[in-house]
């Protein structure tokens, strides 16, 4: 009974099994052709339990719907529809096919049985879209739809409009499609949201200076254009009007950093504009022309003071000013008074130290020269603190300035020479000054001795062997002054010092009146050393700017040498100021110069082309004495 139940048991476990492979391989054979039930497309589109060639029918019937279809893009400012032609779109059927029909087909027997059984319990969706975008026209689509969605970041901006009034332009948010980005959300949303719009990544970028930043600038802008400032000097006035306050602004400054202040005025255009009128009120102060007679002082010249503007102060002054509804500003100007003044004079009281040399005997032109410059430097005062400078006060040694040829001392190649020289007979002139001033104890800040003696300077009872001062100045062909020498000295004390200078009769004199400054001037005897014999012989040159026959002499006969003078100052509570003179003589020749033979036509003197003489100031102390 065992055995039989056991025999019918196999028997019909065989049955089953014969039955299920009977019946799954009828299942394959009926869907041999056909794609497997519960297999959808991507858009929902049925393909299962139909056959591959009205699965392909299926697909290309949606393709070709799809290929009409247009899809809706937005911003928050607009929207658009983008064809599937636009964005390059073609079938994609035959890709959704083949992947369509391999499932249910992939792996061993159990394995498409368990894909089979999957998808007809519970679906299988083929990920492949039916239609698909091709990424460069899509891009090259969204490139030309950025034209009308981008925009720059503006900042708003201050403006000074026709009317002269201060406006805000108003400022914009930048904005800017994400291309890249649009393109991979469009190719993989495009068939998912058919009714929907599909918004667009734009990137947005905030101003950084919006309209109420700006408001307080407008403001102040406002009251700076508001009407013309007036700039006042005594009685003077200068306006700037409301079209001038506008051009020195720069509005743009305050834009790129509203918050580094209120507007100014820009500072390098205004600081040219306040120099334009410091070149109309800056005058140099004209020091008076005085005389002592008497006792007394005289006034030859009036004098004036002199004005100065301080341009920075005027900037500042403006600056502030202008931002207010107050529309004048006093010019800070600065009065420099001029020395010899009324108010200096009470201490211009006595003689301090004069000094006097002999011109008798000198040619006409030579004396002319010498009476000409003593007028132009009588009446001089020097002021407590300043420099006296010889050129700076007689002036251009020219013809133009009135002087006559005479002769002067020229070195050339290492030879000495008298020769024709516009204004000679200065030197005179300033060596007879410098002595004045040697003796008066005064502090020499530039002095230079002559290329070789002459025995008229060292008369006394001022004139010390060596003690003389000479000066020069040289022009080029346009006028331009290239080369000078000078005698200066320093006014170091209190009281103003008034130069008096006579030429008369053939004798110069300086005189020194002020305030007798109270120290007391020793002065040690000249000491002569190196001494190199002159040579005695009498040298006759011709000279063609001399009338036929004429005979001048224009140079004696001095040994060279060496002289060192010593000059001490002694003021009481103050070191000792030292003056150590050191002057080197070249010996000098006997020389006179003859015109051409009678008959001879003379030729007028021409200006010879100077060589700076190698003269060495003389040693000064550190105190610089």
């Given at each position: 009974?065992?055995?039989?139940?056991?025999?019918?048991?196999?028997?019909?476990?065989?049955?089953?099994?014969?039955?299920?492979?009977?019946?799954?391989?009828?299942?394959?054979?009926?869907?041999?052709?056909?794609?497997?039930?519960?297999?959808?497309?991507?858009?929902?589109?049925?393909?299962?339990?139909?056959?591959?060639?009205?699965?392909?029918?299926?697909?290309?019937?949606?393709?070709?719907?799809?290929?009409?279809?247009?899809?809706?893009?937005?911003?928050?400012?607009?929207?658009?529809?983008?064809?599937?032609?636009?964005?390059?779109?073609?079938?994609?059927?035959?890709?959704?096919?083949?992947?369509?029909?391999?499932?249910?087909?992939?792996?061993?027997?159990?394995?498409?049985?368990?894909?089979q059984l999957d998808a007809l319990r519970s679906g299988r969706t083929v990920a492949l879209p039916i239609v698909t975008l091709d990424e460069?026209?899509?891009?090259?689509?969204?490139?030309?739809?950025?034209?009308?969605?981008?925009?720059?970041?503006?900042?708003?901006?201050?403006?000074?409009?026709?009317?002269?009034?201060?406006?805000?332009?108003?400022?914009?948010?930048?904005?800017?499609?994400?291309?890249?980005?649009?393109?991979?959300?469009?190719?993989?949303?495009?068939?998912?949201?058919?009714?929907?719009?599909?918004?667009?990544?734009?990137?947005?970028?905030?101003?950084?200076?919006?309209?109420?930043?700006?408001?307080?600038?407008?403001?102040?802008?406002?009251?700076?254009?508001?009407?013309?400032?007036?700039?006042?000097?005594?009685?003077?006035?200068?306006?700037?009007?409301?079209?001038?306050?506008?051009?020195?602004?720069?509005?743009?400054?305050?834009?790129?950093?509203?918050?580094?202040?209120?507007?100014?005025?820009?500072?390098?255009?205004?600081?040219?504009?306040?120099?334009?009128?410091?070149?109309?009120?800056?005058?140099?102060?004209?020091?008076?022309?005085?005389?002592?007679?008497?006792?007394?002082?005289?006034?030859?010249?009036?004098?004036?003071?002199?004005?100065?503007?301080?341009?920075?102060?005027?900037?500042?002054?403006?600056?502030?000013?202008?931002?207010?509804?107050?529309?004048?500003?006093?010019?800070?100007?600065?009065?420099?008074?001029?020395?010899?003044?009324?108010?200096?004079?009470?201490?211009?009281?006595?003689?301090?130290?004069?000094?006097?040399?002999?011109?008798?005997?000198?040619?006409?032109?030579?004396?002319?020269?010498?009476?000409?410059?003593?007028?132009?430097?009588?009446?001089?005062?020097?002021?407590?603190?300043?420099?006296?400078?010889?050129?700076?006060?007689?002036?251009?040694?020219?013809?133009?300035?009135?002087?006559?040829?005479?002769?002067?001392?020229?070195?050339?190649?290492?030879?000495?020479?008298?020769?024709?020289?516009v204004a000679g007979g200065i030197c005179q002139v300033s060596s007879t000054l410098f002595q004045a001033i040697f003796w008066a104890g005064?502090?020499?800040?530039e002095r230079n001795w002559h290329l070789y003696w002459i025995n008229r300077y060292g008369q006394p009872p001022t004139g010390l062997k060596?003690?003389?001062?000479?000066?020069?100045?040289?022009?080029?062909?346009?006028?331009?002054?290239?080369?000078?020498?000078?005698?200066?000295?320093?006014?170091?004390?209190?009281?103003?010092?008034?130069?008096?200078?006579?030429?008369?009769?053939?004798?110069?004199?300086?005189?020194?009146?002020?305030?007798?400054?109270?120290?007391?001037?020793?002065?040690?005897?000249?000491?002569?050393?190196?001494?190199?014999?002159?040579?005695?012989?009498?040298?006759?040159?011709?000279?063609?700017?001399?009338?036929?026959?004429?005979?001048?002499?224009?140079?004696?006969?001095?040994?060279?040498?060496?002289?060192?003078?010593?000059?001490?100052?002694?003021?009481?509570?103050?070191?000792?100021?030292?003056?150590?003179?050191?002057?080197?003589?070249?010996?000098?020749?006997?020389?006179?110069?003859?015109?051409?033979?009678?008959?001879?036509?003379?030729?007028?003197?021409?200006?010879?082309?100077?060589?700076?003489?190698?003269?060495?100031?003389?040693?000064?102390?550190?105190?610089?004495?």
């Open positions: 009974m065992r055995r039989r139940l056991l025999k019918s048991f196999g028997a019909l476990l065989v049955l089953l099994v014969l039955g299920v492979v009977v019946a799954v391989a009828a299942w394959e054979w009926t869907h041999a052709e056909h794609i497997y039930p519960g297999v959808t497309a991507s858009d929902g589109t049925l393909l299962g339990s139909i056959t591959r060639q009205e699965a392909s029918a299926t697909l290309v019937q949606q393709a070709d719907l799809y290929s009409r279809d247009e899809l809706r893009l937005r911003d928050r400012n607009g929207e658009w529809l983008a064809s599937v032609k636009d964005l390059g779109g073609r079938p994609n059927t035959e890709q959704v096919l083949g992947a369509a029909y391999k499932i249910g087909r992939e792996g061993n027997l159990l394995q498409q049985l368990g894909d460069d026209r899509t891009a090259a689509f969204l490139t030309g739809l950025a034209k009308e969605i981008d925009r720059p970041v503006i900042d708003a901006r201050l403006v000074i409009d026709a009317d002269l009034r201060a406006n805000v332009q108003p400022s914009q948010v930048g904005r800017e499609l994400d291309i890249p980005k649009a393109v991979r959300l469009v190719a993989s949303l495009w068939a998912s949201v058919p009714d929907n719009p599909l918004d667009l990544p734009v990137e947005e970028t905030p101003p950084g200076v919006m309209e109420a930043d700006l408001e307080p600038s407008r403001a102040a802008l406002n009251t700076m254009l508001a009407a013309p400032l007036t700039l006042r000097f005594e009685n003077r006035a200068w306006t700037l009007s409301r079209q001038d306050i506008a051009k020195l602004l720069n509005v743009d400054d305050y834009v790129k950093d509203p918050g580094s202040g209120l507007p100014k005025l820009d500072g390098e255009r205004l600081i040219g504009y306040v120099r334009g009128m410091a070149q109309e009120i800056d005058q140099a102060p004209l020091k008076p022309r005085l005389a002592f007679n008497a006792g007394k002082v005289q006034t030859i010249r009036e004098g004036r003071p002199g004005y100065q503007l301080d341009v920075d102060a005027t900037v500042a002054a403006v600056k502030n000013q202008v931002a207010t509804d107050s529309r004048t500003v006093a010019l800070p100007v600065g009065v420099i008074q001029a020395a010899g003044l009324a108010a200096d004079r009470a201490t211009i009281k006595e003689l301090v130290a004069s000094a006097s040399t002999s011109y008798a005997g000198s040619l006409p032109e030579r004396s002319y020269n010498i009476e000409l410059a003593a007028t132009k430097l009588n009446g001089v005062v020097v002021g407590p603190g300043e420099i006296f400078s010889f050129n700076e006060e007689l002036g251009p040694m020219t013809l133009q300035a009135g002087f006559k040829w005479g002769w002067g001392i020229t070195q050339s190649e290492g030879q000495v020479a008298t020769v024709p020289s005064y502090q020499i800040e060596g003690l003389d001062a000479t000066v020069d100045q040289v022009y080029d062909a346009n006028g331009k002054l290239t080369y000078a020498i000078d005698l200066k000295f320093k006014n170091t004390t209190p009281n103003p010092i008034l130069v008096e200078a006579k030429a008369a009769g053939g004798k110069l004199t300086f005189s020194l009146y002020s305030t007798k400054p109270g120290w007391v001037v020793k002065v040690d005897p000249p000491k002569i050393e190196d001494i190199v014999k002159a040579d005695p012989t009498v040298v006759r040159e011709v000279d063609p700017s001399l009338p036929p026959g004429k005979d001048v002499w224009v140079e004696a006969a001095e040994d060279g040498f060496k002289s060192t003078i010593v000059r001490t100052v002694i003021e009481d509570g103050k070191e000792p100021r030292v003056l150590r003179l050191i002057s080197t003589y070249k010996p000098s020749r006997n020389v006179a110069l003859v015109g051409p033979p009678l008959g001879a036509q003379s030729t007028p003197p021409s200006s010879p082309a100077p060589t700076p003489n190698p003269i060495v100031p003389g040693e000064k102390p550190a105190e610089g004495d």
